[in-house]
């Protein structure tokens, strides 16, 4: 069993930051990639900015130079620094992470989503 919960969403206005974490835990034996997603209403879900396990990072063009992606792997967590942020940015934003867990199995594993809304 593994759980993927983020947390840190909320309401900010233009031009704010946030952080948000991703923490994965269960019968975890290695994570592999790591990465956001956001999906906002009436589009479909979009990659954000991934990292390799190694710390190696990809960002969509949109937020290159104001998003920042970074893993604690001591702590199974990902982090997403967001600053100078625009209404368009407004989404409901996603944990993925692939795990082998200790079946030696593969699996991509989704949080719940956690809800960002950049608004004067």
């Known amino acids: 069993q593994v759980q993927v919960v983020e947390s840190g969403g909320g309401l900010v206005q233009p031009g704010g930051s946030l952080r948000l974490s991703c923490v994965a835990s269960g019968s975890i034996f290695i994570i592999g990639g790591m990465g956001w997603y956001r999906q906002a209403p009436g589009r479909q879900r979009e990659l954000v900015a991934t990292i390799t396990i190694s710390g190696s990072t990809n960002y969509a063009d949109s937020v290159k130079g104001r998003f920042t992606v970074s893993r604690d792997n001591a702590k199974n967590t990902v982090y997403l620094q967001m600053n100078n942020l625009k209404p368009e940015d407004t989404a409901d934003y996603y944990c993925?992470?692939?795990?082998?867990?200790?079946?030696?199995?593969?699996?991509?594993?989704w949080g719940q989503g956690t809800q960002v809304t950049v608004s004067s």
């Open positions: 993925n992470a692939h795990i082998m867990v200790f079946n030696k199995r593969e699996y991509d594993y």
